[in-house]
């Protein structure tokens, strides 16, 4: 039942996550993604040019830094109904994510900086703009915070999994930013046409859904991260992942279940280099 309704909001609204693997039955959680407004200002960010931000992307630093650094992230239980449990579980889990990558980052010899966590209950309004129509969390790359919606469904029927894929897909973007590959996707996007922007769009998306699959493969076999539920959501994506996205901004659902994969199997921030990728592979 909860996979069956997990399919229908998922044609109506932006739905990418949901459950019903091995007697776990939950809520789906939406998909979110990054505004599209570029930082007005971008502190400790220098200028470029085209062929050195172009490079970020495609040669940066963190692609040759070998498997994401396992901290033993165990966030612990997220039962139904709580959202205090709710908000300790997301807390946790950015703990999780900042102690990996920021060890990520120190491989690669390059500065770091922690994106802020705003948990809320509805809508609120971010320096980059309109938040997106159905989507539980955005990443605002101007006040580098991740905004995360606690809806009254997932208070009923949390699925640990689906909410973890989530945050680490919005920390992906975060990773995008502090990194300086997204010096070189704002700046493509400024002479872009629409079928060259909807490119830089999944190139964006699928990496980060990529790195977001790097960091759950450091939980593989936990009560977390079991393999039916994990190899549950990948065929889902496979099936309807697009179904939110009529535009082509994300990728066709097998796209998007190929990059995780590719991101799982390796678990390394150079399996996820999109930028590089032959564009038949990143449609």
Same mark, same amino acid.
């Given at each position: 039942?909860?996979?069956?309704? &997990?399919?229908?909001?998922? @044609?109506? =609204?932006?739905?990418?996550?949901? +459950? $019903?693997?091995?007697? %776990?039955?939950?809520?789906?959680?939406?998909?979110?993604?990054?505004?599209?407004?570029?930082?007005?200002?971008?502190?400790?960010?220098?200028?470029?040019?085209?062929?050195?931000?172009?490079?970020?992307?495609?040669?940066?630093?963190?692609?040759?830094?070998?498997?994401?650094?396992?901290?033993?992230?165990?966030?612990?239980?997220?039962?139904?109904?709580?959202?205090?449990?709710?908000?300790?579980?997301?807390?946790?889990?950015? &703990?999780?994510?900042?102690? @990996?990558? =920021?060890?990520?980052?120190?491989? +690669? $010899?390059?500065?770091? %900086?922690?994106?802020?966590?705003?948990?809320?209950?509805?809508?609120?309004?971010?320096?980059?703009?309109?938040?997106?129509?159905?989507?539980?969390?955005?990443?605002?790359?101007?006040?580098?915070?991740?905004?995360?919606?606690?809806?009254?469904?997932?208070?009923?029927?949390?699925?640990?999994?689906?909410?973890?894929?989530?945050?680490?897909?919005?920390?992906?973007?975060?990773?995008?930013?502090?990194?300086?590959?997204?010096?070189?996707?704002?700046?493509?996007?400024? =002479?872009?046409?629409?079928?060259?922007?909807?490119?830089?769009?999944?190139?964006?998306?699928?990496?980060?859904?990529?790195?977001?699959?790097?960091?759950?493969?450091?939980?593989?076999?936990?009560?977390?991260?079991?393999?039916?539920?994990?190899?549950?959501?990948?065929?889902?994506?496979?099936?309807?992942?697009?179904?939110?996205?009529?535009?082509?901004?994300?990728?066709?659902?097998?796209?998007?279940?190929?990059?995780?994969?590719?991101?799982?199997?390796?678990?390394?921030?150079?399996?996820?280099?999109?930028?590089?990728?032959?564009?038949?592979?990143?449609?």
């Amino acid at each position: 039942m909860a996979a069956a309704l &997990a399919l229908a909001l998922a @044609a109506a =609204a932006l739905v990418l996550v949901l +459950a $019903d693997v091995a007697g %776990t039955s939950s809520e789906p959680v939406s998909e979110a993604q990054q505004l599209e407004s570029p930082p007005s200002k971008v502190s400790g960010q220098k200028r470029w040019g085209a062929a050195a931000a172009e490079t970020l992307a495609t040669k940066n630093p963190l692609y040759s830094t070998g498997r994401l650094t396992d901290v033993n992230c165990r966030p612990g239980d997220l039962p139904a109904g709580s959202m205090i449990a709710y908000r300790r579980f997301l807390t946790r889990v950015t &703990a999780c994510l900042n102690k @990996a990558w =920021a060890a990520q980052f120190r491989k +690669a $010899d390059m500065p770091f %900086t922690k994106p802020r966590l705003r948990i809320i209950t509805s809508k609120v309004k971010t320096p980059c703009g309109t938040w997106n129509t159905g989507a539980d969390g955005v990443y605002c790359s101007t006040d580098r915070t991740m905004y995360l919606m606690i809806s009254k469904a997932q208070l009923r029927n949390p699925f640990p999994l689906g909410i973890t894929r989530l945050i680490a897909h919005e920390y992906g973007h975060h990773v995008q930013q502090v990194s300086g590959i997204w010096t070189y996707y704002w700046a493509a996007r400024t =002479a872009a046409g629409k079928a060259r922007k909807l490119q830089l769009s999944r190139n964006s998306e699928l990496q980060a859904e990529c790195l977001s699959a790097v960091f759950m493969r450091t939980m593989e076999g936990t009560t977390l991260v079991t393999a039916p539920d994990w190899a549950y959501t990948v065929q889902w994506f496979k099936k309807n992942g697009a179904r939110g996205w009529p535009q082509n901004d994300h990728g066709k659902g097998p796209t998007q279940a190929a990059w995780m994969t590719r991101g799982y199997g390796r678990g390394t921030p150079g399996a996820c280099n999109t930028w590089a990728a032959n564009p038949r592979n990143t449609r």
